[in-house]
């Protein structure tokens, strides 16, 4: 990054935090972190992860320059049409090229330009530390764990910690990113418990007034496939005797289908495999899959079906619908997302009604998707997805599954599911 570029991005850093009045980045913890990368995504519709927030802070080393799509995602955040616009809006050049003074004024001009931008950062960085009380706890010998109840699903989950030092007001206990998911607890209290209604890996936080002290990871296993119609807050698992499992597919039975093609639009099936077992990494591997969403009236009209596969750093959501709703798709691969009112998703529009084969390879930091055989989209990414902890298949409509297969990065199969 040239000199410049790494000015414009101090200048733009420090709108933010002036923006966010959060207090000093120094003092920030993973959660300013996500939840300004939520709000990023909720005032753009970009999705710029908290990882990739904290690296451009400063906060996790890394090597690599910001992606034109991250500039533009800050820019945007701030107001402006992109990137180029916020540096055209804040060049200081335009003031010399149109100010008539003598050279001495210029230099003056210019070594405003050089000061002020250092003079302000103090000045916020004060008015922070005057305007916002900032607690920092110390939390390098504090205690936080869980103790699975039982397998499967639902799974209670007991905490153990202790924040009877600790000088706060309130204090929680949060499952995951999803702040309405707390646990009230008291500072004489050294365990708390919590209930999962759903498999997947979690980041759970011991929070003290807003303060993330400690952060623990939750695994949430099943036991082997298992289906959910998805409602809140508590989803509905479906019996065995309505899961099907055999025949060369997997999908609910039309008996149990028929019980619930009357139920809102907010109604998803889902089908989920989430296992220690796996050994895969996220920059290391090949999911084949071949799905199908037969059931499209009445609000199941576009056939919304998402692949999703849960690694413990990032998540992939791959989408499919009908051509005529593509407009309406989200694709997620880790870092990078694409939102089908601003970017062209037709490719991932289909006769979904029939099998649908799907391949999605990973390595060397890009993604590469295949559906049908035919390359749909290749995107690179930076942070690091970490291992593969499950995958969901999710169908607004009578969805159905024909094979799953996963390779490593050798190519050797390591889950080969034809539910024969």
Same mark, same amino acid.
Request: glycine share 8%.
């Given at each position: 990054?040239?000199?410049?570029?790494?000015?414009?991005?101090?200048?733009?850093?420090?709108?933010?935090?002036?923006?966010?009045?959060?207090?000093?980045?120094?003092?920030?913890?993973?959660?300013?972190?996500?939840?300004?990368?939520?709000?990023?995504?909720?005032?753009?519709?970009?999705?710029?992860?908290?990882?990739?927030?904290?690296?451009?802070?400063?906060?996790?080393?890394?090597?690599?320059?910001?992606?034109?799509?991250?500039?533009?995602?800050?820019?945007?955040?701030?107001?402006?049409?992109?990137?180029?616009?916020?540096?055209?809006?804040?060049?200081?050049?335009?003031?010399?090229?149109?100010?008539?003074?003598?050279?001495?004024?210029?230099?003056?001009?210019?070594?405003?330009?050089?000061?002020?931008?250092?003079?302000?950062?103090?000045?916020?960085?004060?008015?922070?530390?005057?305007?916002?009380? #900032?607690?920092?706890?110390?939390?390098?010998?504090?205690?936080?764990?869980?103790?699975?109840?039982?397998?499967?699903?639902?799974?209670?989950?007991?905490?153990?910690?202790?924040?009877?030092?600790?000088?706060?007001?309130?204090?929680?206990?949060?499952?995951?990113?999803?702040?309405?998911?707390?646990?009230?607890?008291?500072?004489?209290?050294?365990?708390?418990?919590?209930?999962?209604?759903?498999?997947?890996?979690?980041?759970?936080?011991?929070?003290?007034?807003?303060?993330?002290?400690?952060?623990?990871?939750?695994?949430?296993?099943?036991?082997?496939?298992?289906?959910?119609?998805?409602?809140?807050?508590?989803?509905?698992?479906?019996?065995?005797?309505?899961?099907?499992?055999?025949?060369?597919?997997?999908?609910?039975?039309?008996?149990?289908?028929?019980?619930?093609?009357?139920?809102?639009?907010?109604?998803?099936?889902?089908?989920?495999?989430?296992?220690?077992?796996?050994?895969?990494?996220?920059?290391?591997?090949?999911?084949?899959?071949?799905?199908?969403?037969?059931?499209?009236?009445?609000?199941?009209?576009?056939?919304?079906?998402?692949?999703?596969?849960?690694?413990?750093?990032?998540?992939?959501?791959?989408?499919?619908?009908?051509?005529?709703?593509?407009?309406?798709?989200?694709?997620?691969?880790?870092?990078?997302?694409?939102?089908?009112?601003?970017?062209?998703?037709?490719?991932?529009?289909?006769?979904?009604?029939?099998?649908?084969?799907?391949?999605?390879?990973?390595?060397?930091?890009?993604?590469?998707?295949?559906?049908?055989?035919?390359?749909?989209?290749?995107?690179?990414?930076?942070?690091?997805?970490?291992?593969?902890?499950?995958?969901?298949?999710?169908?607004?409509?009578?969805?159905? #599954?024909?094979?799953?297969?996963?390779?490593?990065?050798?190519?050797?199969?390591?889950?080969?599911?034809?539910?024969?």
């Amino acid at each position: 990054m040239s000199v410049d570029e790494a000015h414009f991005l101090e200048l733009c850093k420090t709108q933010i935090e002036n923006k966010l009045q959060w207090g000093p980045v120094a003092h920030w913890h993973n959660e300013e972190f996500e939840d300004l990368s939520a709000d990023i995504l909720d005032k753009t519709g970009i999705s710029l992860s908290h990882t990739t927030l904290k690296r451009l802070w400063g906060r996790v080393k890394y090597d690599h320059l910001p992606t034109t799509t991250t500039l533009n995602a800050l820019a945007s955040y701030l107001g402006y049409e992109n990137w180029r616009g916020f540096k055209q809006s804040s060049d200081p050049k335009k003031s010399r090229r149109t100010d008539p003074a003598s050279k001495a004024k210029k230099r003056t001009v210019r070594l405003r330009w050089i000061v002020l931008p250092a003079l302000a950062s103090v000045l916020v960085i004060w008015l922070f530390v005057t305007t916002r009380e #900032v607690t920092v706890y110390d939390n390098s010998s504090m205690e936080f764990s869980g103790k699975y109840v039982s397998k499967g699903l639902p799974n209670t989950v007991i905490f153990s910690f202790d924040v009877s030092k600790i000088d706060g007001k309130e204090f929680f206990i949060q499952q995951s990113w999803d702040k309405t998911k707390r646990v009230s607890i008291s500072p004489d209290q050294q365990n708390a418990s919590t209930t999962y209604y759903l498999p997947g890996y979690f980041d759970a936080k011991l929070i003290a007034d807003e303060v993330v002290l400690k952060e623990t990871g939750i695994f949430i296993e099943t036991e082997g496939w298992m289906a959910t119609v998805n409602r809140e807050p508590v989803p509905e698992y479906v019996l065995e005797k309505d899961f099907i499992r055999t025949g060369g597919t997997m999908k609910l039975s039309d008996d149990k289908f028929e019980t619930l093609s009357g139920l809102p639009d907010t109604f998803i099936q889902g089908f989920h495999y989430y296992s220690r077992s796996f050994d895969i990494g996220g920059d290391a591997f090949t999911l084949e899959a071949s799905v199908k969403n037969g059931f499209q009236s009445g609000t199941a009209m576009c056939g919304f079906t998402n692949i999703i596969m849960q690694f413990t750093d990032g998540v992939i959501i791959l989408p499919l619908s009908i051509p005529g709703c593509v407009g309406e798709l989200s694709l997620l691969l880790f870092d990078q997302y694409f939102d089908g009112k601003k970017e062209d998703l037709s490719a991932f529009g289909c006769e979904i009604s029939g099998w649908q084969k799907v391949k999605l390879k990973s390595g060397d930091k890009k993604v590469v998707i295949h559906i049908n055989d035919r390359l749909v989209r290749e995107v690179t990414f930076h942070d690091d997805p970490g291992k593969l902890a499950g995958m969901r298949f999710n169908f607004l409509g009578a969805g159905e #599954v024909d094979y799953v297969r996963l390779l490593d990065d050798a190519g050797s199969l390591v889950f080969n599911e034809n539910f024969d």
